[in-house]
């Protein structure tokens, strides 16, 4: 998965800060009204659904004497594990060769027990017996054995037998030896495994595309290859796809520790957008929204997804012309498939029953050998989909006027023939409230000042994440300029933030 995770981190880092200082100085220590805990409201106690039969809660779809889930061990529960000091060195090899602590990961079950991190309300629901069956397609390259595997068995072990078709694993061109015959012996032994392998590197995007043309299931599934997928993990995917083809789902991405494969609990109320350089991003549901919501369990609509881990129903796939074949290796994909989503019909929800851990690595491993492929596919996205509004992203990122994408002719075809939505729909419809840029009008903006000390908050001139200092104001902005934007953040310019 493509997260620029530093920036991210940072940017988030200040986000949190931020928020902390305004719903501090906005609801002080009494609490305010914003995202309270939900009242218990079930949807889904039905016992049965008119089309999709008996409804069962996820752990009566199977028999648990056939879950295999290793309890106790190292890691168990997904506790970290840490790295005695004289191991140190085998934990820096394998940083250098995997981007994270494949050393710790090896010494963790492959099936081991990981905390249930959904909502209560998740537990209670009710699933549909008769649901779509999934291809899961997890597309490798050169990834350690134990962290891939256990992606592999998580999804076996918990997943209901009758709604998992096959898992797919594309194996784009990878020279390790325990990728090889190892790993074929070892995963003809668990079944259901179709191995597929590239005769030459074709990066993520053509591989994943391999990978869809090889299932068969009624839904194909990505996912990267270094996840965990949790307690009934797939119910909750399948459902939405099963009561309307053209929904596209991600699940909730809980978070994997690349040190000490701690695994923790996500914010499942978030939603993904983009900023005007085209670096993804997440905005949580906003505070009259989360009131709207009855159900804990309801699916979020959300604008952009991140782009490792989602669900679509196989033909609606095909119709919408699957992954752009004109994009190289990574970048971009999950922006062209989540306009099209939207703008052709269909649409791309946040599922928070579903949870699925993810692996952030420190870094990649490994090279490409196309250095501008990320802006040839960003210039593609551009030119096909956004119509007037590409100027927006040229303006923040003018490398992308001189790069060339290539072919767009089937692409725009593919639109036309789709009778799709303009960007402007997009914009105004799905991305309204999630979009951040200096076009965006500003609730407010200037110094932030006490009246009766005369003391401002100040970043002290500290990068994102830092911590806000209290000073005497001096009234010449810099430092001491804030905006409070129609997102209800509170933040620099972000600008001054890099972010
Ligand atoms: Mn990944």
Same mark, same amino acid.
């Given at each position: 998965?493509?997260?620029?995770?530093?920036?991210?981190?940072?940017?988030?880092?200040?986000?949190?800060?931020?928020?902390?200082? @305004?719903?501090?100085?906005?609801?002080?220590?009494?609490?305010?009204?914003?995202?309270?805990? @939900?009242?218990?409201?079930?949807?889904?106690?039905?016992?049965?659904?008119?089309?999709?039969?008996?409804?069962?809660? /996820?752990?009566?779809?199977?028999?648990?004497?056939?879950?295999?889930?290793?309890?106790?061990?190292?890691?168990?529960?997904?506790?970290?594990?840490?790295?005695?000091?004289?191991?140190?060195?085998?934990?820096?090899?394998? @940083?250098?060769?995997?981007?994270?602590?494949?050393?710790?990961?090896?010494?963790? %079950?492959?099936?081991?027990?990981?905390?249930? #991190?959904?909502?209560?309300?998740?537990? $209670?629901?009710?699933?549909?017996?008769?649901?779509?069956?999934?291809?899961?397609?997890?597309?490798?390259?050169?990834?350690?054995?134990?962290?891939?595997?256990? =992606?592999?068995?998580?999804?076996?072990?918990?997943?209901?037998?009758?709604?998992?078709? $096959?898992?797919?694993?594309?194996?784009?061109?990878?020279?390790?030896? !325990?990728?090889?015959?190892?790993?074929?012996?070892? =995963?003809?032994?668990?079944?259901?495994?179709?191995?597929?392998? =590239?005769? $030459?590197? /074709?990066?993520?995007?053509?591989?994943? %595309?391999?990978?869809?043309?090889?299932?068969?299931?009624?839904?194909?599934?990505?996912?990267?290859? !270094?996840?965990?997928?949790?307690?009934?993990?797939?119910?909750?995917?399948?459902?939405?796809?099963?009561?309307?083809?053209?929904?596209?789902?991600?699940?909730?991405?809980?978070?994997?520790? !690349?040190?000490?494969?701690?695994?923790?609990?996500?914010?499942?109320?978030?939603?993904? #957008?983009?900023?005007?350089?085209?670096?993804?991003?997440?905005?949580?549901?906003?505070?009259?929204?989360?009131?709207?919501?009855?159900?804990?369990?309801?699916?979020?609509?959300?604008?952009?997804?991140?782009?490792?881990?989602?669900?679509?129903?196989? +033909?609606?796939?095909?119709?919408?012309?699957?992954?752009?074949?004109?994009?190289?290796?990574?970048?971009?994909?999950?922006?062209?498939? %989540?306009?099209?989503?939207?703008?052709?019909?269909?649409?791309?929800?946040?599922?928070?029953?579903?949870?699925?851990?993810?692996?952030?690595?420190?870094?990649?491993?490994?090279?490409?050998?196309?250095?501008?492929? =990320?802006?040839?596919?960003?210039?593609?996205?551009?030119? /096909?989909?956004?119509?007037?509004?590409?100027?927006?992203?040229?303006?923040?990122?003018?490398?992308?006027?001189?790069?060339?994408?290539?072919?767009?002719?089937?692409?725009?075809?593919?639109?036309?023939?789709?009778?799709?939505?303009?960007?402007?729909?997009?914009? +105004?419809?799905?991305?309204?409230? #999630?979009?951040?840029?200096?076009?965006?009008?500003?609730?407010?903006?200037?110094?932030?000042?006490?009246? %009766?000390?005369?003391?401002?908050?100040?970043?002290?001139?500290?990068?994102?994440?830092? $911590?806000?200092?209290?000073?005497?104001? !001096?009234?010449?902005?810099?430092?001491?300029?804030?905006?409070?934007?129609?997102?209800?953040?509170?933040?620099?310019?972000?600008?001054?933030?890099?972010?």
């Amino acid at each position: 998965m493509r997260f620029k995770l530093k920036r991210t981190c940072k940017c988030l880092a200040l986000l949190v800060t931020c928020t902390v200082v @305004y719903l501090f100085a906005n609801c002080g220590l009494n609490g305010c009204s914003g995202r309270s805990e @939900y009242e218990l409201e079930p949807i889904h106690v039905a016992d049965t659904h008119p089309k999709l039969g008996q409804m069962l809660n /996820v752990e009566d779809f199977w028999t648990p004497e056939k879950n295999k889930i290793v309890p106790n061990g190292p890691g168990s529960n997904g506790a970290p594990v840490e790295t005695e000091s004289e191991n140190q060195e085998a934990k820096d090899r394998a @940083y250098s060769e995997y981007g994270f602590n494949q050393f710790i990961s090896d010494k963790i %079950s492959l099936e081991r027990s990981i905390k249930d #991190t959904r909502h209560s309300a998740c537990k $209670e629901r009710k699933y549909p017996q008769n649901l779509p069956k999934a291809s899961v397609v997890i597309v490798f390259h050169n990834e350690g054995w134990s962290t891939l595997l256990r =992606t592999v068995h998580s999804v076996i072990n918990r997943s209901p037998p009758h709604m998992l078709q $096959e898992i797919v694993m594309v194996d784009d061109y990878s020279d390790k030896e !325990h990728l090889k015959k190892r790993l074929d012996d070892y =995963t003809k032994k668990l079944g259901k495994i179709k191995m597929v392998r =590239t005769d $030459e590197r /074709v990066g993520l995007i053509k591989a994943r %595309s391999i990978g869809a043309d090889n299932a068969v299931g009624d839904v194909v599934l990505f996912l990267d290859a !270094h996840c965990e997928a949790n307690l009934g993990w797939l119910p909750p995917l399948l459902e939405r796809i099963a009561l309307d083809r053209r929904t596209a789902v991600c699940p909730t991405i809980d978070f994997i520790d !690349h040190n000490t494969f701690e695994y923790k609990p996500m914010d499942p109320y978030i939603r993904g #957008t983009f900023n005007w350089r085209f670096d993804y991003k997440e905005r949580p549901v906003r505070p009259e929204e989360m009131k709207k919501r009855k159900d804990p369990t309801q699916e979020v609509r959300s604008p952009v997804m991140a782009g490792g881990l989602f669900a679509i129903n196989r +033909e609606f796939f095909k119709e919408l012309g699957q992954y752009d074949p004109g994009m190289f290796i990574w970048g971009g994909e999950q922006y062209e498939l %989540s306009f099209k989503l939207w703008q052709c019909g269909g649409q791309l929800e946040n599922i928070p029953c579903s949870r699925v851990g993810h692996v952030y690595r420190h870094h990649v491993p490994y090279s490409y050998p196309k250095a501008d492929a =990320t802006l040839i596919n960003f210039r593609r996205v551009a030119e /096909v989909w956004m119509d007037e509004y590409k100027e927006w992203l040229y303006d923040k990122k003018p490398e992308l006027r001189n790069v060339d994408p290539g072919d767009i002719s089937d692409r725009i075809a593919l639109r036309k023939r789709l009778k799709c939505k303009s960007f402007k729909w997009y914009m +105004e419809n799905v991305a309204n409230d #999630t979009v951040r840029s200096i076009y965006e009008p500003l609730r407010a903006s200037g110094p932030v000042r006490n009246p %009766s000390t005369n003391l401002c908050f100040d970043s002290m001139g500290r990068k994102a994440g830092g $911590e806000l200092g209290l000073v005497t104001c !001096h009234g010449l902005m810099g430092n001491q300029a804030f905006q409070f934007t129609f997102l209800d953040e509170f933040r620099q310019d972000e600008g001054l933030l890099g972010c």
